[in-house]
């Protein structure tokens, strides 16, 4: 899986800090969604778009 989260991320002028405080996460699995090592819940996908105001299509590249 790929993900556009730190573009979005950066877009938003948000460290990774600042987005497990919005999103009520663990710092590492803000680090592992970045690098596309961890398939987030369909909840924590809403969240994370939800957040960086983007959809989940948007933001997430899931491999076939």
Same mark, same amino acid.
């Given at each position: 899986m790929k993900t556009r989260i730190?573009?979005?991320?950066?877009?938003?002028?948000?460290t990774q800090e600042k987005l497990v405080e919005m999103v009520g996460v663990r710092h590492? !699995? *803000?680090i592992f969604l970045e690098q596309g090592k961890y398939n987030p819940s369909?909840?924590?996908?809403?969240?994370?778009?939800?957040?960086l105001q983007t !959809? *989940?299509?948007?933001?997430?590249?899931?491999d076939d």
């Open positions: 730190k573009e979005y991320r950066v877009k938003h002028n948000l590492e !699995t *803000i369909l909840r924590l996908a809403y969240g994370v778009a939800r957040t !959809t *989940i299509e948007d933001l997430f590249i899931f």
